[in-house]
């Protein structure tokens, strides 16, 4: 395909500003405001670090796939529009659940046999009482399950609310 390019004195590329339509930049910020409250819950360093990389990340593919589809005829290239957000938001999502996958099977092999027994027979969904009944019948006292489930926050299981915990990947 052939683009044109506007050129400087020097003959070099002069670059093009892509700024967002308002339904676009509303949207956007929406997501990342939400985003950013699941940051700030988050006490996984790891996740923490993938979380603020795709906060950048989420801006660099806006930009691609409106450029994709300024290629591919769909739309022109004055402005991101709403469209290409969303799409953006799909990715950085899709890529926010597969480091949470990952995260998840790194932190299962991990584990010792007790508590991959216990991991495994916690409902998806579970309250701190029953949780802890489930692993003193696995021989874990209540304050080594304790250590172990919020060491687990954002990798195994997620704090739902005071005393709810749901399993990430049931």
């Not at 939400?34 to 006490?43: A, I, K, P, Q, V």
């Not at 769909?74 to 659940?97: G, H, M, P, Q, S």
Request: charged fraction near 25%; aromatic fraction near 10%; include cysteine.
């Amino acid at each position: 395909i052939q683009s044109e390019c506007s050129l400087n004195e020097h003959g070099e590329i002069e670059p093009q500003i892509l700024f967002f339509s308002e339904d676009a930049k509303k949207r956007l910020h929406e997501w990342q405001h939400h985003f950013s409250e699941l940051c700030d819950r988050e006490t996984n360093d790891t996740i923490v670090s993938i979380y603020c990389k795709l906060e950048i990340y989420i801006i660099r593919f806006c930009l691609i796939i409106q450029l994709a589809r300024w290629t591919c005829g769909e739309c022109d290239k004055t402005y991101i529009d709403l469209l290409t957000v969303e799409r953006a938001i799909k990715l950085t999502e899709y890529f926010k659940e597969s480091a949470l996958s990952v995260q998840n099977i790194l932190n299962e092999n991990a584990f010792n046999s007790q508590q991959q027994a216990i991991v495994n027979l916690l409902p998806p969904a579970f309250t701190t009482a029953q949780a802890i009944q489930i692993a003193e019948q696995n021989g874990m006292k209540e304050r080594t399950f304790q250590r172990f489930l919020n060491d687990n926050i954002g990798t195994l299981f997620r704090k739902e609310k005071h005393g709810e915990y749901s399993k990430i990947n049931p």
